[in-house]
T-cell receptor, first 109, second 114 residues
Framework: GIQVEQSPPDLILQEGANSTLRCNFS?????LQWFHQNPWGQLINLFY???GTKQNGRLSATTVATERYSLLYISSSQTTDSGVYFC???????????FGEGTQLTVNP | DVKVTQSSRYLVKRTGEKVFLECVQD?????MFWYRQDPGLGLRLIYF???????EKGDIPEGYSVSREKKERFSLILESASTNQTSMYLC?????????????FGPGTRLTVT
């Protein structure tokens, strides 16, 4: 099955800083998502992005499918951005997702 | 908005008890999934279902079973709960055959087995 590697595992920022999270896949994926897990454990959908670039406010994501990686950009970080960010990929469109181990982001005031 | 609900946020059970975790989605999704999340191990797939009465084993099915009698409901069953099944359980659903094939998650159930 697919292997998913996220980096960095931990990231500490000052409020207002920018950051880039990376996700590498061992094989091609047709389904790729980014999630943010809030302090209560809920996984919040950030992006469904099997290819291309998307933006939503201060967050954006880019997936280069041919090179099997995806990037999540957080600009002007806020303390509420803290939490764990997961990427996950699936081999076929509606199939199961394999998750990376996550990036623990801490944004300090 | 897609809504996935789970029957309990927190649950405490005793070793050997039969435990039912219920998940309901309201978006007519064909696919439903059960994951567990443990520190240092990430999210791992237990079982999934792509249609009513259909089920497929995920990566860690041992000690679990599932039931899908209706399209909107997917139940996870711990036949005889053990302490190593203490975990966070997350249910998800996604559509089949229509884009985007995005998975949506419920709020999770934190199960403690004593």
């Amino acid at each position: 099955g697919i292997q998913v590697e996220q980096s960095p595992p931990d990231l500490i920022l000052q409020e207002g800083a920018n950051s880039t999270l990376r996700c590498n896949f061992s094989d091609s994926v047709n389904n790729l998502q980014w999630f943010h897990q809030n302090p209560w454990g809920q996984l919040i959908n950030l992006f469904y992005i099997p290819s291309g670039t998307k933006q939503n406010g201060r967050l954006s994501a880019t997936t280069v499918a041919t090179e099997r990686y995806s990037l999540l950009y957080i600009s002007s970080s806020q303390t509420t951005d803290s939490g764990v960010y997961f990427c996950a990929g699936g081999e076929t469109s509606g199939s199961r997702l394999t998750f990376g181990e996550g990036t623990q982001l801490t944004v300090n005031p | 908005d897609v809504k996935v609900t789970q029957s309990s946020r927190y649950l405490v059970k005793r070793t050997g008890e039969k435990v039912f975790l219920e998940c309901v989605q309201d978006m007519d999704h064909e696919n439903m999934f059960w994951y567990r999340q443990d520190p240092g191990l990430g999210l791992r797939l237990i079982y999934f279902s792509y249609d009513v009465k259909m089920k497929e084993k995920g990566d860690i099915p041992e000690g679990y079973s599932v039931s899908r009698e209706k399209k909107e409901r997917f139940s996870l069953i711990l036949e005889s709960a053990s302490t190593n099944q203490t975990s966070m359980y997350l249910c998800a659903s996604s559509p089949e055959g229509r884009t985007p094939y995005e998975q949506y998650f419920g709020p999770g159930t934190r199960l403690t087995v004593t």
